[in-house]
């Protein structure tokens, strides 16, 4: 295979907000309205990810402002009373932030958000630093591939590979990320493979085979 699939670093966000330890709760919700952004990581040190603070992070003040929760509450909840009192990002962070190598591919970083339950994840360079953000809008961004660029890597990457001299070519078309392949092939057992291979190509959303085994004599 001589594609590559794309990487986080691809599609992150270069130019992140962030805060330190000490930012004052008023201060983050001014930061986050004036950039339209619902969350900062919390930096120490040389560009150090200690922790991230959403806006999940800081609606308990709101929710709990007036009430006065009962036993059931304050044990089901106690991490968000907590952060319903808190000032700093410090107090209100979610830490260890959960974060992504840039190196890493858009599926991991799409499996980690998943696992973890998260809408965007700090990213990290080789030395542990932040270097960008990304979010679950950026991992779409793939999917806005031209239809002729999938087809040209569809082609290349695994057709060719996979069916170096078919009996007749294999025609490749894709309409709005949906790749449809047609054709006589020699080996029935590559065509599960094919599917398999076409479907991973980033940007492509489904895979629609017609491929059939050549009759030889």
């Known amino acids: 295979m001589y594609g590559s699939p794309h990487i986080v670093s691809d ?27 619902s969350a900062v990581p919390v930096l120490e040190g040389e560009r150090r990810v200690i922790g991230v603070v959403s806006e999940a992070d800081l609606l308990p003040k709101e929710e709990f402002r007036d009430s006065d929760p009962d036993r059931l509450t304050q044990r089901l909840r106690m991490a968000d009373l907590a952060k319903a009192g808190a000032l700093t990002a410090e107090e209100l962070m979610t830490s260890p932030a959960v974060t992504v190598h840039a190196e890493a591919t858009l599926a991991e970083a799409a499996r980690i958000m998943a696992l973890c339950h998260v809408k965007r994840l700090p990213v990290l360079d080789a030395e ?14 793939v999917f806005l591939r031209p239809d002729d660029e999938i087809a040209e890597e569809v082609r290349r990457d695994v057709v060719d590979v996979l069916f170096p001299a078919p009996l007749e070519p294999v025609r490749i078309a894709v309409a709005r990320g949906v790749v449809t392949l047609t054709g006589r092939v020699p080996d029935v057992a590559r065509i599960p493979l094919a599917v398999r291979l076409v479907r991973s190509v980033e940007g492509v959303v489904n895979v629609d085979c017609h491929l059939a085994v050549a009759r030889v004599g």
Do not use: Y
């Open 11 to 37: 599609v992150m966000t270069r130019n992140v907000v962030t805060v330190g330890r000490e930012a004052a709760f008023k201060d983050i919700v001014r930061l986050m309205g004036q950039w339209r952004i």
């Open 128 to 141: 542990g630093t932040l270097e960008g953000l990304v979010s679950r809008g950026d991992l779409l961004k």
